[in-house]
């Protein structure tokens, strides 16, 4: 099993930025991919970025450039930078988890972002 924690979350002004942390009971190198997606209200729930146990990295659309998802193994933590914030960023954050065998998926709680002026 794996137990994820968010954290980072908070209120910031449009232009901001924000570091959001992931920590994993285990180590995440022996996770095939991290993630973190979001969820704003009345919203599906959207990936925003990704990455896998070999270093490749995948980001939507509405985050490119702005966002970058990097993990520090020793740490067992994986972290989602968000800088040039925008009021649509406004969501819950979710860390998420994907076993490289058996594909298991596991989710974190939940930390809130608002972008607002």
């Known amino acids: 099993q794996v137990q994820l924690v968010e954290s980072g979350g908070g209120l910031v002004q449009p232009g901001g930025s924000l570091r959001l942390s992931c920590a994993a009971s285990r180590s995440i190198f022996a996770l095939g991919r991290m993630g973190w997606y979001r969820q704003a209200p009345g919203n599906q729930l959207e990936l925003v970025a990704t990455i896998t146990s070999g270093g490749s990295t995948n980001y939507a659309d509405s985050v490119k450039g702005r966002f970058t998802i990097s993990r520090d193994n020793a740490k067992n933590t994986v972290y989602l930078q968000m800088n040039s914030l925008k009021p649509e960023d406004t969501a819950v954050y979710y860390c998420?988890?994907?076993?490289?065998?058996?594909?298991?998926?596991?989710w974190g709680q939940g930390t809130q972002v608002t972008v607002s002026s």
């Open positions: 998420n988890a994907v076993t490289s065998i058996l594909g298991n998926n596991y």
